[in-house]
């Protein structure tokens, strides 16, 4: 049974980088077949898809519009985790983030961690 | 970016009585290599995280109750819970997978 579990601080101030960690059980961030991918949730902004890392004989990438050139997903094979890094923040990016995986057999998105709320105030 | 449209904002329905929600895509969602709906459906209750209900438009997670059903292809697509269980007071989302980026409608909140 995959879990995955968040680590990160719950406040950040603006101007700062956002940084959380995702530590993946029962499968591997290598997998051929699974994405990684980082959602939030606002009242605002509804369920926004962040963004993902795969690996496909090499790492790839994905990334959303909005967030795209301050977002930075990456995995760390060696501790079987994925970590967001979501700089330059402003109030606007309060949320509650998520660890998401695609096991990649055709459920969605169907592993989701338990969620941090990120609140972006100083 | 395609844009996910979900109707009602929200409703109230009673218990043992049908609950439909409607989700209209900006874009077609259809896979023509595959014949597939991209088109997922996910259940948030309080204080949890989304949960995967339907796949591919029409079928139904393992575990979930048969009175959870999908239908719709190309842009139109319903969510119909057949009688309505205590249980199922969320909000209810759907979601397109046929291309990045990922979207997201903006939720219907069904309650009692």
């Known amino acids: 049974q995959v879990q995955l579990q968040q680590s990160g601080p719950g406040l950040v101030k603006p101007s700062q980088t956002l940084s959380l960690t995702c530590a993946v059980s029962g499968d591997s961030v290598s997998s051929n077949r699974a994405t990684w991918n980082w959602i939030r949730q606002s009242p605002s902004r509804g369920l926004e898809w962040l963004g993902r890392t795969y690996f496909r004989s090499n790492w790839n990438y994905d990334y959303g519009g909005d967030v795209r050139g301050r977002i930075t997903i990456k995995a760390d094979t060696s501790k079987n985790q994925f970590a967001l890094q979501l700089d330059s923040v402003t109030p606007e990016d309060t949320a509650v983030y998520y660890c998401?995986?695609?096991?990649?057999?055709?459920?969605?998105?169907?592993?989701w961690g338990q969620g941090t709320t990120v609140t972006v105030s100083s | 970016d395609i844009v996910m449209t979900q109707s009602p904002d929200s409703l109230a329905v009673s218990l043992g009585e049908r609950a439909t929600i409607n989700c209209k895509s900006s874009?077609?969602?259809?896979?023509?290599?595959?014949?597939?709906?991209?088109l997922f459906w996910y259940q948030q209750k309080p204080r949890q995280p989304p949960k995967v209900l339907i796949h591919w438009a029409s079928i139904r997670e393992s575990g979930v109750p048969d009175r959870f059903s999908g239908s719709g292809s190309g842009t139109d697509f319903t969510l119909t819970i057949s009688s309505l269980q205590a249980e199922d007071v969320a909000v209810y989302y759907c979601q397109q997978y046929h291309s990045f980026p990922l979207t997201f409608g903006g939720g219907t909140k069904v309650e009692i």
């Open positions: 998401v995986e695609d096991r990649g057999i055709g459920r969605g998105l169907d592993v």
């Open positions: 874009q077609s969602v259809l896979s023509t290599s595959n014949n597939k709906n991209y």
